[in-house]
């Protein structure tokens, strides 16, 4: 995985050609300061949620032996599908990408919150093979293998069969295997948002579908009349029933997730050999709480489940932290609890009760023979910087849509040669994205760079897609060299400017205080002192709420001819 990005960084700077405006960012700090992350949590047996901050959709979990592996949506970025691996579900480190070739995941022209949509990880044990099944609403739904997630993925194998999207994969005990997925009912649909679960046999063999699909579940269950979204289906064998659990309600503030049950003796593929729980939904943050709590978390659902060698369960979910009503500029992040089984039917979080944000494992590993220091914090208070003066950008950075041979890394930092493109398009554009992971943050960069003319701009972007984004920079304003903030909420309206004093090669600092909802923007001219260009600016248009999609804020060092 790691070499495909360095040969992507090694061509753009091959096209860096001499005397090619550039613009030259010689480092990035990221601080996060949280106060819901301000408690004391024992790192031997305690975590807290989330336990990835911050736009981390949609997770799925497998194990291997004493080994978890967990990924995320990450729909129009690149390289795509973050994976992550823990020995001891305390502590999370960044393994790479499952998606880091442009042959396994083609974006082109799709907008920010397309691409890649609820990927699934599952271990079969009976070839020792590790199958990630996900759909990219561009191409239709695929999946990946390996023997080894370390060393790479394969190219993708397409299932024209399979329709719809949320596809998961199971594996019985006698080597058969499934497909479950979320699809348009057989007839009709009643009413806006009812959706079908369907199931598909799989030849492990044949890498293909067997046969015709089966609806097993349709709208959802019976918590409410008339259901809406069952979705992000995953499928398992526990004991003398199978389980199929699936989110309901919509991804917003309604979300929930359910389960029901078939005995291993009936046929999976029968809708009549399933029965509800009936003390659904097993995990919901929807109602009975309230609305005031502290460390407040909504629309938790989307969950997959996982066992540990020693017999408990866990289960991860999506969730999200406002920071009023529904808003929130970090998305969606993922949260773990263990689950409680009782007359063999699961619970994730008992009704009525919030997300904690400090949990205590229900059994502690033994860490003798694992050092569980990750060099990368997933959640909690932290702050990094970045020289970009390593061989490769970080695995925190994307590209948006496809890579391109926009940058190159060295001793004076990152260097971006502008393109065309800008971030209300939906073309190749030079700029490299990181994650808005905290409620409460800091963001910071010093670049060089010489405008020639209005059209040409460097500096920061905030994305949450092309109608809703900031950009704020150093560019032409009336031929002189200024410093711009511009906010797009459907329409872009200049929000500040101030003249820069100094001559064309004297750096600029720029920085970015988020504080929930609102956020300050400085800059500073060389080692100069700290100016405010805007305070309190309404950053409501970053939350997903007031925007629509499903992506998190992400902060990005961008450089563009087409300046808008």
């Known amino acids: 995985m790691k070499r495909i990005l360095t040969s992507l ?29 301000q408690k004391t949590v024992d790192p031997a047996r305690e975590y807290m949620n989330p336990i990835i901050a911050g736009f981390a959709p949609d997770p799925s979990i497998c194990r291997r032996g004493d080994t978890y592996y967990l990924v995320n949506s990450s729909f129009t970025f690149f390289p795509g599908v973050p994976i992550y691996t823990s020995r001891d579900l305390l502590h999370w480190q960044q393994l790479g990408y499952v998606l880091d070739r442009e042959s396994q995941l083609p974006l082109k022209g799709q907008r920010v919150s397309g691409g890649i949509y609820a990927p699934a990880i599952t271990y079969n044990e009976k070839d020792k093979t590790f199958y990630m099944i996900t759909t990219n609403v561009g191409r239709g739904n695929f999946f990946v293998k390996t023997k080894d997630p370390a060393q790479g993925w394969s190219e993708p194998v397409y299932l024209p069969k399979v329709g719809g999207i949320d596809p998961s994969f199971f594996f019985d005990k006698d080597g058969r295997g499934y497909i479950v997925n979320n699809d348009a009912p057989a007839t009709e649909p009643r009413y806006n948002g009812e959706r079908s679960i369907w199931i598909h046999e799989f030849d492990v063999k044949g890498d293909s579908i067997v046969g015709e699909q089966r609806e097993i579940l349709r709208s959802g269950t019976h918590v409410q009349p008339n259901p809406i979204w069952i979705e992000g289906p995953h499928m398992y064998r526990i004991g003398k029933y199978y389980y199929l659990m699936c989110a309901e309600g919509g991804t917003g503030d309604w979300h929930s997730e359910v389960i029901l049950r078939a005995s291993v003796k009936s046929d999976p593929t029968d809708p009549s050999s399933w029965e509800e729980c009936p003390h659904n939904p097993i995990l919901t943050q929807r109602q ?9 978390v909504t629309s938790a659902g989307h969950a997959d489940l996982v066992q540990t060698p020693k017999g408990d369960w866990y289960a991860v979910f999506l969730g999200c932290r406002p920071y009023e009503a529904d808003f929130y500029n970090t998305g969606r992040d993922t949260y773990m609890l263990p689950v409680m089984w009782e007359d063999g039917w699961p619970t994730i979080l008992e009704k009525g009760k919030p997300v904690p944000t400090v949990v205590p494992l229900t059994s502690v590993p033994n860490l003798s023979s694992y050092a569980a220091t990750p060099s990368q914090p997933t959640t909690g208070n932290f702050t990094y910087t970045d020289r970009f003066d390593g061989p490769r950008l970080d695995l925190r950075w994307n590209f948006l849509r496809q890579p391109t041979d926009c940058c190159q890394l060295g001793s004076d930092g990152l260097t971006l040669r502008p393109m065309a493109g800008n971030i209300l398009k939906r073309d190749p554009m030079s700029a490299i994205f990181c994650r808005q992971q905290h409620t409460d943050f800091t963001a910071e960069t010093e670049l060089t760079f010489a405008p020639q003319s209005d059209k040409q701009l460097a500096g920061f972007a905030l994305l949450q897609n092309e109608e809703y984004n900031f950009v704020f920079g150093t560019t032409l304003l009336q031929g002189r060299r200024a410093v711009v903030l511009k906010r797009t909420e459907k329409q872009t309206m200049l929000i500040g400017s101030a003249w820069l004093t100094g001559s064309s090669d004297q750096s600029l600092r720029l920085k970015i205080e988020g504080h929930g909802r609102y956020y300050d923007f400085l800059f500073a001219e060389g080692s100069g002192p700290w100016q405010m260009l805007a305070r309190g600016v309404d950053a409501v248009n970053l939350s997903t709420h007031q925007s629509g999609g499903f992506i998190g804020a992400c902060i990005g060092l961008y450089a563009t001819t087409d300046n808008q």
């Open 9 to 37: 960084l090694l061509t753009g700077a091959a096209c860096l050609t001499v005397g090619a405006q550039t613009a030259q960012f010689r480092y990035f700090i990221y601080s996060g300061n949280d106060e819901r992350f």
């Open 288 to 296: 009975g709480l309230d609305p005031k709590r502290k460390d407040i």
